[in-house]
Structures are given as structure tokens and as C-alpha cells.
């Protein structure tokens, strides 16, 4: 049994900010990836950011200087710092753990996904 539980999302006006949060809790032996996509109403579900496990970085290029991912380890925790926000940006947010359970079973879990909206 793994879950990744969400929050942080929210209304927020164009240029503020938010911090979302995600915590994997179960039978986790250790998380490779972690990261966040985002979809938005009509759009195909996008990769936003991706933190490895040696806490390498990557980002869509629409959120590069204003996103920044984050994990803590010994939380099993991944973080969206998401400042200077655009209306652009408004989506529902998944976070996802590339999980290896005590099992040794190995599998992508997803969030419940939290509502970021930005308003203009």
C-alpha cells in the first residue's frame, strides 16, 4: 500500500505565488523520480518538474525561473515552490513517486491532485 497525499493548491492572483506538497507514506523500501505534471481543462496531462533521487533537476521550459522542485528524503516528500505565477498556469497538479516497494515491486504512484488556479 502506497498513497501520496497532495495539498498546497489553491486561488491565487497572477504573480503570487504558491507551494504545493506531496507525501508518499506505505511500504516504501525507496523513491527514484519524483515530480509534478499538470493538466489543464482540454489538455493533455504535462510533465512540470522531475527531482531525481540524487535530487537532479528538470523543468518544462514554460515554467524554467519560476518553478523549483524539491524533495526531503527522509519525508518522502516532493515540493513545487511556484512563484510569479501565470493564468497559464492553472491545472489540476499530480504529483508522482517512482516507488520501489518493500516488495521490490517497483511502480509509479499518483496523487489526488490538487487545483491550482490563477486568476488574471
Known amino acids: 500500500q502506497v498513497q501520496l497525499v497532495e495539498s498546497g493548491g489553491g486561488l491565487v492572483q497572477a504573480g503570487g505565488s504558491l507551494r504545493l506538497s506531496c507525501a508518499a507514506s506505505g511500504s516504501i523500501l525507496s523513491i527514484n523520480d519524483m515530480g509534478w505534471y499538470h493538466q489543464a481543462p482540454g489538455k493533455q496531462r504535462e510533465l512540470v518538474a522531475l527531482i531525481t533521487s540524487d535530487e537532479r533537476t528538470n523543468y518544462a521550459d514554460s515554467v524554467k525561473g519560476r518553478f523549483t522542485i524539491s524533495r526531503d528524503n527522509a519525508k518522502n516528500t516532493v515540493y513545487l515552490q511556484m512563484n510569479s505565477l501565470k493564468p497559464e498556469d492553472t491545472a489540476v497538479y499530480y504529483c508522482?513517486?517512482?516507488?520501489?516497494?518493500?516488495?521490490?515491486?517497483?511502480?509509479?504512484?499518483w496523487g489526488q491532485g490538487t487545483q491550482v488556479t490563477v486568476s488574471s
Open positions: 508522482f513517486a517512482d516507488v520501489v516497494r518493500i516488495s521490490k515491486l517497483r511502480r509509479n504512484y
